[in-house]
Structure formats: C-alpha cells, structure tokens
T-cell receptor
Framework: DAKTTQPNSMESNEEEPVHLPCNHS???????IHWYRQLPSQGPEYVIH???SNVNNRMASLAIAEDRKSSTLILHRATLRDAAVYYC??????????????FGTGTRLKVLA | GAGVSQSPSNKVTEKGKDVELRCDPI?????LYWYRQSLGQGLEFLIY????????KSGLPSDRFSAERTGGSVSTLTIQRTQQEDSAVYLC????????????FGPGTRLTVT
C-alpha cells in the first residue's frame, strides 16, 4: 500500500523553525518526494523536492532519512505568511516509465504571532 | 509569462447534466495534471497526461469522468451525469515533464452540483 502519512495539524511560533514530517515507508528507490503548500483560498504552490540527498532552496530545506522511509520539511523561520496546508507527495515511477502521484493528507500549519 | 489558466472559474449545474472543464497549461509543458479538492479536504489526484496520452486513469472516481488532451496543449475534463458528490474545486497543473519537475497550478474551477 503506497500510503503517505502526515500529521493533521501543527503549530509554531513566529520566527521559530518548523519541522513537518512525512512518512512514506513503502517508498522505492526511484520515487521522488515533493512538497507543496496551499495558502488559504489559493492553488497549491511548489516548495521543494528531492530523491535521496537533503535539499535546500530559498523557501525551505528537505531532510530525507537515510532509509528514505520518511522525510521532513524544514521552515527555518516561520512567518505568518507560512500558515498553509503542506502536502507531501510521492511521485512513483513505474517500470513502464509512467508516474503515479500519491498525496499525503496534508498538515495544516498554524503560525502564532 | 502566462501561467496555467482554467475555465470556467465557477460552474453551477443541475444534477444529471454533463459539464466540461478546460485547462490551458503553460506553453511548452508536456505534462498536465488534474486534481480534485472537495470542501475542507486534501488534494485528490485524478489523472495526468504526458503529451496527449494518459498513462494512468485509475485515479478517476468513476466512469462518468473522462479527460482528453489534444495537440499536447489544452485539456478537457468531462463529467457526465453529474452528482452532488462531484461538487468540488477541480485543479489543473502542468510541468515541463513528469517525475521530478515542479508543477504549476491553475486557479481551479469551482463546480457546484445542485
């Protein structure tokens, strides 16, 4: 079962780091891990993605466990504008070269001023 | 440049009617995706296109749902004999290619079935 699980909600204080976990225990070697977020009343927007190594960009960092069964999205300093639903997604590559996308249920992040 | 556009932005239809939802991807993007988001729920993956072909249709909720893409560009999601449970926001996204590529989402079409 290709489940991707996330906590339903998390809270953080403004200007503190936030660690958003995602469990993808059945991941295979060629599955990419993507993170998107959805701000209120908007479409989802890309945050970051990775395969095996940890990744950094201007928005966030992605820490991937050595066994790849879990990953953590890290927001280094949460701001009120980071309040959103964060989705962890597996892009599963099949032997045919096609892809199947498995979405987590999303974590609603609340940032407290 | 222009982003992903979807039309109509809102659609209200009576139960049992057919509806067509349109998506215009970013020019040059070979991959196109359809998602559904029911009120207060997460994203549900429906189908994706690589070029004009849809390798995996298993995410479509029922045989009342179909999608096509022509010319490697515009895509149409068709829902036949709409039901009230089809009410949701239908989101379209596109990316340069599948797999590791960033998806760009459109604003969505809010479908209400009365």
């Amino acid at each position: 079962d290709a489940k991707t699980t996330q906590p339903n909600s998390m809270e953080s204080n403004e200007e503190e780091p936030v660690h958003l976990p995602c469990n993808h225990s059945t991941i295979s070697g060629t599955d990419y891990i993507h993170w998107y977020r959805q701000l209120p009343s908007q479409g989802p927007e890309y945050v970051i993605h990775g395969l095996t190594s940890n990744v950094n960009n201007r928005m966030a960092s992605l820490a991937i466990a050595e066994d790849r069964k879990s990953s953590t999205l890290i927001l280094h300093r949460a701001t009120l504008r980071d309040a959103a639903v964060y989705y962890c997604i597996r892009a599963i590559e099949r032997t045919s070269g096609t892809y199947k996308y498995i979405f987590g249920t999303g974590t609603r992040l609340k940032v407290l001023a | 440049g222009a982003g992903v556009s979807q039309s109509p932005s809102n659609k209200v239809t009576e139960k049992g009617k057919d509806v067509e939802l349109r998506c215009d991807p970013i020019s040059g993007h070979t991959a196109l995706y359809w998602y559904r988001q029911s009120l207060g729920q997460g994203l549900e993956f429906l189908i994706y296109f690589q070029g004009n072909s849809a390798p995996d249709k298993s995410g479509l909720p029922s045989d009342r749902f179909s999608a096509e893409r022509t010319g490697g560009s515009v895509s149409t999601l068709t829902i036949q004999r709409t039901q009230q449970e089809d009410s949701a926001v239908y989101l379209c996204a596109s990316s340069l290619d599948v797999g590791s590529y960033q998806q760009y989402f459109g604003p969505g079409t809010r479908l209400t079935v009365t």
